[in-house]
């Protein structure tokens, strides 16, 4: 199935780091949401985004929704073990359907 | 306010039979939307559901279908199950059909 492209796959960051990823598409999206997801959970939904260009932070979290429409970014900063976890962009197409379509995810290993 | 809740929590079948998973929406959400996530992927969109309507599916043959109920609930049945079906399913609810998403615990499903 279609997914987005998300890197790093994974990092290992030393506590205290900050940590940035991506998420890139050849689409355009309406929509962009950051989740993380724990073993054998649900995703948990960190940010979302709906304007191109926007920049909106949750914390030590911040994400931007790329000018281009086809790319979003997640900061992290100051890492804690907690953010230990797999996190998930989701794009919405453009099209009548609404439909999120997830990224490959990426894997962060927090080492204290 | 309670949450998306899924159920069962785990589901072991053999080939060939048949399985219904169940979704409790968030209050205040009409849309349902179900998407499978194999082991070290993100979730695959299946379908969506907007006041009991089927609005979208992804790239899943027939013997995925669903229902909507007038409380928004939902359900995803599967028929002849496959092995490549193991995985687990996650049910998403939102405000509305182009609204951010939020997912229940998931279903993990085995076919052996």
């Known amino acids: 199935g279609q997914q987005l492209n998300q890197s790093p796959q994974s990092m290992f960051i030393q506590e205290g780091e900050d940590v940035s990823m991506n998420c890139t598409s050849s689409s355009i999206f309406n929509t962009w949401l950051w989740y993380k997801q724990d073993p054998g959970e649900g995703p948990v939904l960190l940010i979302a985004?709906?304007?191109?260009?926007e920049l909106t932070s949750n914390g030590r979290l911040t994400a931007q929704f790329g000018i281009t429409r086809k790319d979003s970014f997640l900061n992290i900063s100051a890492s804690i073990p907690s953010d230990v976890g797999i996190y998930f962009c989701?794009?919405?197409?453009?099209?009548?359907?609404?439909?999120?379509?997830f990224g490959t995810g990426t894997r962060l290993k927090v080492l204290a | 306010e309670t949450g998306v809740t899924q159920s069962p929590t785990h589901l072991i079948k053999t080939r060939g039979q048949q399985v219904t998973l169940r979704c409790s929406s968030q209050?205040?959400?009409?849309?349902v939307s179900w998407y499978q996530q194999a082991l070290g992927q993100g979730p695959q969109f299946i379908f969506q559901y907007y006041r009991e309507e089927e609005n979208g599916r992804g790239n899943f043959p027939p013997r995925f279908s669903g229902l909507q109920f007038p409380n928004y609930s939902s359900e995803l049945n599967v028929n002849a199950l496959e092995l490549d079906d193991s995985a687990l399913y996650l049910c998403a609810s939102s405000v509305d059909r182009f609204d951010e998403q939020f997912f229940g615990p998931g279903t993990r499903l085995t076919v052996l």
């Open positions: 989701a794009g919405q197409t453009t099209s009548g359907t609404y439909k999120y379509i």
């Open positions: 985004l709906y304007k191109a260009g």
């Open positions: 209050s205040g959400h009409n849309t």
